[in-house]
T-cell receptor, first 113, second 118 residues
Framework: GENVEQHPSTLSVQEGDSAVIKCTYS??????FPWYKQELGKGPQLIID?????GEKKDQRIAVTLNKTAKHFSLHITETQPEDSAVYFC????????????FGQGTTLQVKP | KAGVTQTPRYLIKTRGQQVTLSCSPI?????VSWYQQTPGQGLQFLFE???????NKGNFPGRFSGRQFSNSRSEMNVSTLELGDSALYLC???FGAGTGTFYTYEQYFGPGTRLTVT
């Protein structure tokens, strides 16, 4: 069935270091891969996404890479700041033309000042 | 542009009762998806509505239902509440696309409704 595995479940880094979160998806038909950041008491916030026809996308300190063959995609955050501390979720699109997203279990990122 | 709004933000209900949650999408968006978030199961898809039609449904019992109105606002209803229904219920708004378009639009989440069943 549809499944997204996300690792690690927790990640602690020093301010200024890089953080990497990895996800693996099971459905080869998935073609859209968003990443969300969720802070305490708030809904998930879309921070970056990538589509299956692109291998890499960057937005300032955040980048995402996609390996369709291996069904892997990763989030890279450089020069981490304390305000990057949050729970991060990866997701993969479900059946085409519907709003279904299959989410990973989340990664709690802690950036120590 | 106003974001996704959900009401109420917090609810406390008793087992056996029913509850209705509301979601107003971003102006111009025609698709609304609902998700349940719990510490144990994470974010799970409930259903999606596009132009007043349910287009996809997750693996939840029939006690969970929804609908969408002509102005794209959506409601979800949970009948005969169980303790395990305690969760954060999130709705996500998307531009959406009609049949035959194989493109997934970005989804933007509201703040959620925290439901506690006692």
């Amino acid at each position: 069935g549809e499944n997204v595995e996300q690792h690690p479940s927790t990640l602690s880094v020093q301010e200024g270091d890089s953080a990497v979160i990895k996800c693996t998806y099971s459905d080869s038909a998935s073609n859209y891969f968003p990443w969300y950041k969720q802070e305490l008491g708030k809904g998930p916030q879309l921070i970056i996404d990538i589509r299956s026809n692109v291998g890499e996308k960057k937005d300032q300190r955040i980048a995402v890479t996609l390996n369709k063959t291996a069904k892997h995609f990763s989030l890279h955050i450089t020069e981490t700041q304390p305000e990057d501390s949050a729970v991060y979720f990866c997701a993969a699109s479900g059946p085409s033309n519907t709003g279904k997203l299959i989410f990973g279990q989340g990664t709690t990122l802690q950036v120590k000042p | 542009k106003a974001g996704v709004t959900q009401t109420p933000r917090y609810l406390i209900k008793t087992r056996g009762q029913q509850v209705t949650l509301s979601c107003s999408p971003i102006s111009g968006h025609r698709s609304v998806s609902w998700y349940q978030q719990t510490p144990g199961q994470g974010l799970q898809f409930l259903f999606e509505y596009f132009s007043e039609t349910q287009r996809n449904k997750g693996n939840f019992p029939g006690r969970f239902s929804g609908r969408q109105f002509s102005n794209s606002r959506s409601e979800m209803n949970v009948s005969t509440l169980e303790l395990g229904d305690s969760a954060l219920y999130l709705c996500a708004s998307s531009f959406g696309a009609g049949t035959g378009t194989f493109y997934t639009y970005e989804q933007y989440f509201g703040p959620g409704t925290r439901l506690t069943v006692t």
